[in-house]
């Protein structure tokens, strides 16, 4: 089974930019879809962005156009390239892996904070 450590989290003003990175152990990274959740302080873990074997991308509506998933297979590493950062967007962020439709791997997470 694969393990996944994020990385790249931290503290950053409004409209700042952050990436966050996902390695995962184990030589059947490809064969998994991979996603990034959040969950901010009092509120249920949230769905953010995912991006499927052959890299089609899904993200929540809120971070449409400002987030960029994306995975290097060669790496075994997936991305998460955040920009115009919002205090919203503050949560510990984890990365989860899927062999079918349900994401049943998860990281241990990385705090994002973002200062107004």
């Known amino acids: 089974q694969v393990q996944l450590v994020e990385s790249g989290g931290g503290l950053v003003q409004a409209g700042g930019s952050l990436t966050l990175s996902c390695a995962a152990s184990?030589?059947?990274?490809?064969?998994?879809?991979m996603g990034w959740f959040r969950q901010a302080p009092g509120k249920k873990r949230e769905f953010v962005a995912d991006i499927s074997k052959i890299g089609r991308t899904r993200y929540t509506n809120s971070v449409e156009g400002r987030f960029t998933i994306s995975r290097d297979n060669a790496k075994n590493t997936m991305y998460l390239q955040m920009n115009s950062l919002k205090p919203e967007d503050t949560a510990l962020y984890y990365c989860a892996a899927a062999v079918g439709t349900i994401y049943d791997v998860w990281g241990q997470g990385t705090q994002v904070t973002v200062s107004s």
């Open positions: 184990g030589r059947t990274f490809s064969s998994y879809a």
